[in-house]
């Protein structure tokens, strides 16, 4: 022992005197015993009546958001800190040349954090390899690293306009609010120092709260990280939406093939199954969830419908095309034809005419002569004007003129259905984008 005092006291001398410029590990070791001296330091108890907890989240990167299954995978470490007047040197001489310190887990008393909304590592956060690190004045540092899968409540509606937020529930398991009091650290406390920028999720912003939970009857404080992440739009612009437009623009051309193509059933059920396939496509990236629908969804849905109908007129419209004439159109048809032909200035009704032979005379000479040589005057031009009678021009319409009249209805209608159906969604999503708060 009386070894050991004269050894000290020959290091605090080389130091103050620089006799000894470099490391020594016989120091620090000697810092150590004197420390975590079994009769004066346990690891079981807390260092002071109220522990205070500073935490931050640092990211290091945002693996993927992914709102199908509601998960989250980021990577990144905590930085935690608390106080532990019991482990501090800054009055001991013999060791002012030790600026910090490093530990394992399970030598120094750690607040047992956890995350609760993980999913697959739903446990205290140690694995009994982290060093903690001490500085002279007893504050203490623990970083763990991991890669968090965290559970969100994400929101479909504007996809793939969306923005998510995604909470990182921090609590110390066991501890109540009397005995540990965790506090976001000062500064950014979603750290963005060493963030590698994801190319589908843009970082928006963060917010920090605190909330209370009852567990087993006892009050536990839970620090709630709730990052915002955006979508970037792009690639599902090209590759979803415009795809759907241009669907929904080919899809009302079936209305302008005539029936003697014979393509019109084949052309209009070949765009039904191509929405088919997309809707399919946009269901896969949705949660299976009623609270919230997707705009998107609505979008493919409704033009969906229309295809649907398309393919029913279409099939009408044939079978009118080859009904024959001599089966007479009812008034009633008459007037619905008539309505929708004026709604959408049809040019194309047949107006019925009386025709009128009209012959000039040529009175300056004399033509062939008959037979018995008696003169005759022959007209020098005849031809056939046509009087046009608005009062008649429906009253010999045809089926094939009411199947004309029903596909240019439908071909004009079509489009402004689409295009305001696809312009309001559209807009709704881009609102989303710009104003959308969880």
């Not at 009623?290 to 969804?297: A, E, M, R």
Request: with cysteine.
């Amino acid at each position: 022992m009386a070894g050991q005092k004269w050894r000290l006291l020959w290091l605090v001398f080389s130091l103050q005197y620089g006799l000894i410029g470099a490391y020594d590990t016989s120091i620090e070791t000697a810092l150590l015993e004197e420390l975590f001296n079994s009769s004066t330091y346990n690891s079981f108890v807390r260092p002071s009546d109220i522990v205070n907890v500073t935490v931050r989240f640092t990211v290091l990167s945002l693996n993927e958001l992914n709102i199908k299954s509601q998960t989250m995978h980021i990577s990144g470490y905590l930085e935690v800190g608390w106080d532990d007047p019991r482990l501090s040197w800054s009055g001991l001489a013999a060791y002012s040349g030790i600026l910090a310190s490093t530990v394992n887990e399970d030598t120094v008393w750690y607040p047992p954090l956890s995350i609760v909304n993980s999913v697959n590592d739903l446990q205290i956060l140690y694995d009994g390899i982290t060093p903690v690190r001490m500085f002279p004045g007893g504050q203490m540092e623990w970083l763990p690293l991991r890669n968090f899968e965290l559970h969100c409540d994400t929101n479909p509606m504007y996809y793939p306009f969306d923005t998510q937020n995604c909470p990182i529930a921090i609590t110390v398991w066991t501890y109540t609010t009397s005995l540990v009091n965790l506090e976001a650290a000062t500064g950014d406390v979603f750290n963005l120092d060493f963030y590698h920028e994801n190319g589908e999720w843009e970082y928006v912003s963060s917010a920090v709260t605190t909330e209370t939970v009852e567990r087993a009857g006892h009050e536990t404080l839970t620090l709630i990280i709730a990052p915002k992440f955006r979508r970037r739009p792009q690639f599902f612009v090209m590759n979803t939406i415009i795809p759907i437009l241009l669907l929904a623009i080919l899809n009302g051309f079936i209305f302008s093939l005539s029936v003697e193509s014979g393509e019109k059933v084949g052309f209009v059920l070949t765009v039904l199954l191509a929405y088919a396939v997309y809707l399919t496509l946009v269901s896969d990236h949705i949660p299976t969830t009623s609270d919230n629908t997707s705009i998107l969804s609505i979008l493919v849905l409704m033009v969906l419908m229309m295809s649907v109908i398309s393919v029913i007129v279409t099939i009408y419209v044939i079978r009118l095309s080859g009904r024959s004439d001599e089966v007479p159109i009812s008034d009633t048809t008459r007037r619905l034809t008539q309505m929708m032909a004026r709604s959408t200035f049809w040019g194309g009704c047949r107006r019925r005419k009386k025709q009128v032979h009209v012959e000039e005379d040529n009175t300056n000479g004399v033509d062939k002569t008959d037979v018995d040589n008696t003169p005759k005057r022959t007209p020098e031009k005849s031809w056939v004007q046509e009087i046009s009678t608005p009062d008649d021009e429906w009253e010999n319409l045809t089926w094939k003129e009411v199947a004309d009249i029903i596909d240019h209805f439908c071909f004009v209608w079509y489009f402004i259905a689409t295009t305001i159906v696809s312009g309001c969604c559209i807009i709704l999503m881009l609102y989303g984008y710009n104003n959308y708060k969880t």
